[in-house]
């Protein structure tokens, strides 16, 4: 039977969807290029009917209206990982930053620390069965659309099809059809700087290896020094339009896989057209919830598993911050530590921070001796492996204080390590 037959009377417009939703609501919205944005849209125009709705959400690559000043009586932004649109107002007190390891995400909604009412989702047309797929952005939001009272579904048709997870018609309250072209990340801008790190990172990528990269300069400088390896794999938190190029050259191949052989594994993804076309109703392409994905126990069981993380700062004795300028909260913590955990537990498996020596156009070490007051450590020290900038690659593991803080100096930024060493001797660490 036609789908828009048998669910004729749950298809309705955004505006008469959102009407569902009521005052002191929590709210659940897919993330990335996945968020419904369209229903953001209809749930905006309700601003003045509504009062103290929550809206969780991770990454927001839009202008997050939600978040915007005038907004605070009827919406209130409560985030896992920050961005450019939604930073200000957790750092005006207008929203909230909630701390959480991207794997656990999910039991948050599942164990009621933060039960969801509404599910605001967007999912790819329905096959034959009825099933329509999570596309681009599976990571939470399963879990939120499995546990919420309310369950509402943007339809697009320019939503890829990718296998893995799916969501039943039946399990949808409110279904709106909208098409609307996904949002598209543009490839970065590669430097000197990122490439001598891409360089000296990619000598530590062995042949069948199976890696984890993010989103950025850095990690697709990394992909441009791997164009000579052989038959690598990805298990991702995501991964974006520069793995689409070694899959072309034959690099990427995820046949020397010990967890889904032939398979890409992912959570989410973001990037351009290309990448959402490569990924449309791919059968090597598996995108699973990040309570999977991330899972550090899951990632172990890849052999030869290469975590890529970048940072903002790593201390002398190896500690990482990956999310905060000063005592303000700039990000999240990601999937970082999932992986770098999981990493850990692989045979033959490393994890590595890749990190520019120096920020604010080089007036700032990104190594130094401690943090100030107000940063948090989001990766310890236990677990930080490498450390890699464009001066060189320190290995931390079992490595002492003192024989850390030698490594990581000498990586440093030249203009800096004269102080650093003082420094160093000062708080005993050489």
């Known amino acids: 039977m036609n789908w828009r037959l048998k669910y004729q009377d749950r298809i309705v417009s955004a505006q008469a969807a959102v009407r569902h939703v ?27 009917e509504l009062q103290n709705v929550e809206i969780v959400h991770m990454l ?27 930073r200000a107002a957790v750092a005006e007190g207008r929203a909230d930053f909630t701390p959480c390891f991207f794997h656990e995400v999910p039991r948050l909604f599942k164990d009621g620390y933060l039960p969801v009412d509404v599910a605001m989702i967007q999912v790819s047309p329905p096959d034959e069965n009825g099933e329509c797929s999570f596309g681009v952005s599976v990571d939470y939001i399963e879990s939120a659309a499995r546990t919420a009272r309310l369950v509402i579904a943007q339809i697009n048709t320019h939503m890829p099809r990718t296998g893995g997870t799916t969501i ?45 990269l993010g989103i950025g300069a850095i990690p697709d400088a990394v992909l441009l020094f791997l164009k000579d390896k052989k038959d690598l794999g990805i298990h991702s938190e995501m991964f974006s339009d520069g793995v689409v190029e070694l899959v072309n050259a034959g690099v990427i191949t995820n046949r020397k896989k010990s967890l889904h052989p032939n398979k890409f594994i992912a959570t989410f993804l973001i990037g351009t057209k290309k990448l959402y076309d490569f990924v ?33 700062q790593v201390d002398l004795m190896g500690q990482v911050n990956a999310e905060m300028v000063g005592s303000k909260q700039f990000s ?22 890749a990190i520019p020596s120096t920020a604010a156009k080089g007036q700032v070490s990104r190594i130094v001796s401690c943090f100030e007051s107000g940063t948090v450590v989001s990766t310890l020290r236990n ?14 593991r079992g490595k002492s204080l003192k024989e850390r803080a030698k490594a990581l100096i000498a990586i440093a930024h030249p203009d800096f390590r004269s102080k650093l060493e003082q420094e160093a001797k000062s708080l005993r660490l050489l």
């Open 383 to 396: 677990d930080v492996h490498y450390v890699v900038t464009e001066y060189g690659i320190a290995n931390l």
């Open 60 to 86: 927001a690559i839009g202008s997050a209206p939600y978040v915007q000043k005038g907004m605070e009586k009827a919406f209130r932004y409560n985030g896992n990982f920050l961005s450019a649109s939604t």
């Open 280 to 312: 449309d109703n791919n059968p090597a392409v598996e995108m699973y919830p990040v309570d999977y994905v991330n899972d550090p126990y899951i990632i172990g069981r890849n052999n030869s598993m290469i975590s890529i993380n970048s940072a903002l």
């Open 168 to 212: 039943s018609l039946a399990d949808i309250d409110w279904i709106v059809e909208y098409d609307q072209p996904l949002p598209e990340i543009k490839p970065p801008v590669i430097g000197p700087v990122e490439r001598a790190i891409g360089e000296h990172v990619a000598t530590l990528v062995p042949d069948g290896a199976t890696l984890q």
């Open 332 to 353: 999240g913590i990601g999937g970082q530590v999932d992986f770098v955990r999981g990493a850990g537990r692989s045979a033959g498996g490393k994890s590595i921070i």
């Open 22 to 48: 009521c005052s002191n609501d929590r709210i659940a919205l897919g993330m990335a290029a996945g968020e419904p944005a369209h229903l953001v849209n209809a749930l905006m125009e309700r601003s003045t």
